[in-house]
């Protein structure tokens, strides 16, 4: 939906003169002293999927903020490109025409901002209804849009009020409904939850989450609090000094840092939460068969599989005794299973897994496409839990 092209941002006068000095390798420092010009964002590549949730993550000054305001231009691209999807053709945002740009900011992206950004003159409803009036619809359409939205972030009987009567998450359930009315594609949110309380944050993060699988928006966020980027993120880019300087799936960054920055920012993580099943299995693929075929899982219980890599691959030995294992899905209460080894889909997480091998007493067999791919025992989750992802033949 969004794709990122070699983009740099530089503020300051005659921007251009840092640019050589970009290719050049030099730092931001660096060009700051030579210049007295700001590099905001340096050489970006990113690629943002339809109904992808990517988080730009950094710490202050990373240029996580400068990034995201080029989507609708609040800030001018220096060099590089920007281009967003509109029907079967990309637009190059940083190089149309301002009539283009305002039909895309008007029609196609949204943005939710900080400091709630609220009319203090207008009603929660006129707030909302706001960018709907710039796209020229009836007072009859734009009011019966706003109340879905306001209905939707739970502010239906605040319709009348002003801003200043409501709390902080209030007010930024507002914006986030403004943002959602004009039905748009994509939608910006800059540090949407930062100056919340929380426990508030938590309650808008979780609410966030529950209207995305609900209106599959292709959603940029920005923060600086990984926890949070790891929760809400299908994708994450990490960014210092205005350059990415890694991105990819939170389990990815988590698992495998690229740089001691990265490696730092992840070193407090839990992982319980983070990492899914299929990223810390041991896989069948390395586990050597028996003379008949069979590939050992478990030798605390002298366990072993049956037509491995099959569909049919259901059938578990212990000793010279065979059962089926169950089943589990999300649906399913963990303190329900029975004293079995569990089938799980590839992308339980691996707190659930952990729970599982609680309760169950077994190890924890991966299911991907109706076959098994892998297993979870006790030395996969110890070295999930302490950082090392070595590779080990059973449980």
Known sequence: MIEFDNVNVVFGKQPQRALPMIEQGLTRSEIQEKTKLVVGVNRANLTVEEGEICVLMGLSGSGKSSLVRCVNGLNKVTSGSVRIKDGDEYIDFATASEPVQRDLRTRKISMVFQNFALFPWLTVEENVAFGLEMQGLSKAERLKKTRRQLELVGLSQWANRRPDELSGGMRQRVGLARALATESDILLMDEPFSALDPLIREQLQNELLEMQRELNKTIVFVSHDLDEALKLGSKIAIMKDGEIV??????????????DYVRNFVASVNPLSVLRVRSVMQSLDAVASDDQGRKLISKAHDIWLENPGTANASVIYQRDDSFHPQIWSSDRDITTLGKLPTIVSNDTTLREAVEIRY????????????????FVADRQIYHSLLGKHLGEESG
């Open 246 to 259: 890694q991105q990819g799936r939170p389990e990815q960054i988590v698992l495998d840092p690229a740089t």
């Open 359 to 374: 309760v169950t007493g077994h190890c924890v067999l991966v299911e991907d496409k109706n076959h098994i791919v892998g």
